[in-house]
């Protein structure tokens, strides 16, 4: 999903991009109003991320350009916290309003359910074909599901496939747990935090995955999980 951000706050821009990038977005910014709205009524892309307050053109007005040419859902920021801001941006056509005291799950959560609300697909978006996503012995299959460990065949739950999906997708980088937990989880993130630790062990025992001495799924103390290319040696078969 491409994800276009317009605020002259540029650390913040980046912070956000930061966030996003491993969760599926690909994230592009623009820093005033003018190029933000040249960009964003010239190219295609899934939402866009619009501050209230920048120098030469206001966030009002690049709204007003983009709602001339096209629908793609929009989120205003605003540091004012104001009433009036959110006022003024939904009748232009703002599809949701943030402040900039958000949290990153918080912005993630409304990012996705005005993705979900809206149904929008930027219409000359080229839809990218499935791929296969092969480590070593291990093959996964994003769109059925698939996973094979060597030639056999692995029954995973849901939750599992999950983290091997998000961990593949991200081979040889760190995913916090608070990543996997939002990418994975969605909103269930209270029940799910308490269990993520258990379903990455039952997914290595169904790797085969020595517990001290893991092959594919590594653990970063204090930081996360991280996937990896086995040496090459005999793999074990998965466990059921």
Request: proline letters at 6%; one cysteine or more.
């Amino acid at each position: 999903m491409r994800l276009l951000i317009i605020d002259d706050d540029t650390e913040l821009c980046q912070l956000v991009a930061d966030y996003l990038k491993p969760m599926g977005f690909e994230v592009e910014m623009e820093h005033d109003g003018e190029h933000g709205a040249e960009r964003a009524t010239s190219e295609a892309w899934s939402a866009i991320i619009l501050d209230v307050m920048m120098p030469s053109c206001d966030g009002f007005e690049v709204l007003r350009r983009i709602r001339a040419k096209s629908k793609v859902p929009v989120m205003m920021l605003t540091g004012r916290g104001e009433e009036v801001d959110r006022i003024v941006g939904l009748e232009l056509g703002a599809d949701d309003y943030l402040p900039k005291t958000f949290s990153s799950r918080e912005l993630l959560a409304r990012l996705r359910a005005l993705l979900r609300r809206t149904g929008w697909i930027a219409e000359t978006a080229p839809q990218a074909p499935v791929k296969e996503l092969v480590i070593g012995e291990l093959r996964i299959n994003p769109e059925t599901h698939d996973v094979v460990l060597g030639d056999q065949p692995m029954q995973l739950t849901p939750a599992e496939f999950g983290l091997l999906l998000s961990l593949a997708k991200a081979h040889g980088r760190v995913k916090t747990r608070e990543q996997l937990i939002e990418e994975v989880a969605d909103r269930e993130w209270d029940v799910f935090d308490r269990a993520i630790d258990m379903h990455i062990s039952t997914l290595r025992k169904k790797l085969g995955d020595d517990p001290k001495e893991p092959r594919f799924i590594k653990t970063v103390r204090g930081y996360g999980y991280q996937l990896v290319t086995p040496s090459n040696r005999a793999i074990p078969g998965p466990k059921s």
